[in-house]
């Protein structure tokens, strides 16, 4: 097998599922469900607009996350006061603990994965990634 970007790619991202995997387990949060968490961890007093913008995926997606983020005890909605076809999200103790966890998960694996390069290579092959992404 040639060994090119996208074998690398793939081989990054299976050990990045292998780590989240051990590592998340115990808190019963998928991968889907993480990406929520930090978005609404990250954002005070949010709306699911906000955070399916954010995500980048559709309302009717959002919200069926969301939903079961709430129905797990994860998220909590409140009514918004100034208009009540809207809701804010918040964490919940359960969510904010699964927000620490989710990301620390990520910047463990990072650190992990960038001791291995000298302070150089790890901003060349930041800087040589973004490109290919532009």
């Known amino acids: 097998m040639k060994r090119n970007l996208l074998f690398y790619m793939i081989g990054l991202r ?4 292998d780590y989240y995997k051990e590592r998340m387990e115990e808190i019963n949060l998928s991968k889907g469900q993480q990406y929520f968490i930090l978005a609404i961890g990250s954002s005070k007093m ?4 906000s955070i399916s913008q954010l995500v980048k995926m559709d309302a009717g997606h959002t919200t069926r996350y969301i939903n079961k983020l709430v129905d797990s005890g994860f998220v909590v909605k409140t009514p918004n006061p100034n208009d ?3 809701c804010f999200l918040e964490l919940t103790i359960k969510g ?9 998960v990520f910047a463990d694996w990072i650190d992990n994965r960038m001791k291995r390069l000298s302070h150089e290579e790890g ?8 490109k290919l992404l532009e």
């Open 14 to 17: 299976s050990s990045f599922l």
């Open 46 to 49: 949010c709306s699911p607009n």
């Open 84 to 86: 009540g076809r809207s």
């Open 96 to 104: 904010k603990e699964a927000y620490k966890k989710s990301r620390n």
């Open 123 to 130: 901003k060349q092959i930041l800087n040589l990634l973004a």
